[in-house]
């Protein structure tokens, strides 16, 4: 080792601890200096002031916010999610979220404007709420409560009941009758009971009177629903109740439909049957359906119990020397079969 080499030592030595000292001091600045900037960055490319830090933040968390509300969509739609749930499903609003009782005036109502298929009394409650909706989305904002959408619809039947001439009919076969006289304005006196037809004979209305010595029930049945070249349309709907054993059924032939109600009481069987041309399917529905609808073939069992006749009058309302025509045999002007 030459002489210069001690010296060489302690000369890098004092440099190094130089160094070491003008770093430690820089760093103490920087510290101070760049407290609103990250100390890498704030070495490399300055410090920056302190509005500038609290826009960077608030992007960094605005974008944080972004991209999680991003990724919760991606997983379930929050709308959907609400959707499923029926308990958080709003009740609809306005017209359309007036509930109706059902009644039996609210259901006639209903079957006028068609939108109804079948008789009083025999709708199914989800059948009618889809009417009554049907019918609510008709009806301006202004009608809201239930009250005021009957009476709405109220006039508007009152209407087509004018225009038809629909009213009570006076038969002897039938308890409650209501039809449509401009319809079928003549009544034609057959063996067994009446018919009612329109001038053009593509709606017709048979009401008749059997007793069980002459027919039975389930012959009428067959009759009507079977016999060629007539088809049954459904099944055929037993009405058994109080008063006694019935059928309600429904059949084509050719361009025809024939809608049947027989019902039963003790040895006496009553029927009404609705002929009509499937052209006017429509509007003939309607009509086949309100008739229906108005028709008692008797009187129901209570009634007939509370009522008190007198000594010259039997149950069946006629005097009690009263005799009526000898029963003869229909005559079917139209290839029906009889009732």
């Not at 709420?129 to 049907?134: E, L």
């Not at 050719?254 to 429509?282: E, F």
Request: proline fraction near 7%; glycine fraction near 8%.
């Amino acid at each position: 080792m030459s002489w210069h080499t001690p010296f060489k030592i302690l000369y890098s030595c004092a440099a190094f601890s130089g160094v070491l000292m003008y770093g430690s001091y820089y760093f103490v600045q920087l510290r101070g200096t760049c407290s609103h900037t990250p100390l890498p960055e704030c070495v490399i490319n300055g410090q920056r002031s302190p509005t500038e830090s609290m826009t960077t933040l608030e992007s960094s968390k605005k974008t944080a916010t972004k991209s999680t509300k991003s990724t919760s969509k991606t997983g379930l739609p929050e709308k959907e999610a609400k959707a499923d749930d029926p308990a958080k499903t709003p009740p609809p609003s306005g017209a359309s979220g007036v509930r109706w009782g059902q009644t039996s005036g609210s259901e006639l109502l209903l079957i006028w404007n068609g939108l109804l298929d079948g008789e009083v009394g025999r709708i199914a409650p989800g059948d009618f709420d889809k009417a009554v909706r049907a019918y609510q989305a008709t009806l301006p904002a202004g009608v809201a409560t239930e009250e005021q959408q009957l009476a709405a619809l109220r006039k508007l039947v009152d209407g087509l009941r004018s225009r038809w001439g629909f009213d009570r009919e006076d038969d002897p076969s039938a308890v409650e009758l209501s039809l449509p006289h401009k319809l079928v304005p003549n009544r034609q006196e057959l063996g067994h009971g009446s018919r009612y037809q329109s001038s053009t004979g593509d709606f017709s209305i048979d009401v008749a009177e059997w007793t069980t010595s002459e027919t039975t029930l389930e012959r009428a049945r067959q009759n009507h629903c079977c016999k060629p070249p007539r088809e049954p349309e459904g099944p055929i709907v037993g009405t058994s109740d109080a008063v006694g054993p019935g059928f309600i059924l429904n059949a084509r032939e050719g361009r025809l439909r024939v809608s049947v109600w027989a019902q039963q009481r003790d040895t006496v069987i009553r029927i009404l049957a609705i002929t009509y041309d499937m052209g006017r399917d429509k509007e003939y529905r309607v009509l086949r359906n309100v008739i229906a609808s108005s028709y008692a073939a008797f009187a129901p069992a209570r009634k007939r119990e509370e009522r008190v006749y007198n000594s010259c009058q039997r149950s069946d309302g006629e005097r009690c020397d009263a005799e009526k025509p000898p029963a003869q045999p229909g005559q079917w002007d139209n290839g029906h079969a009889p009732l």
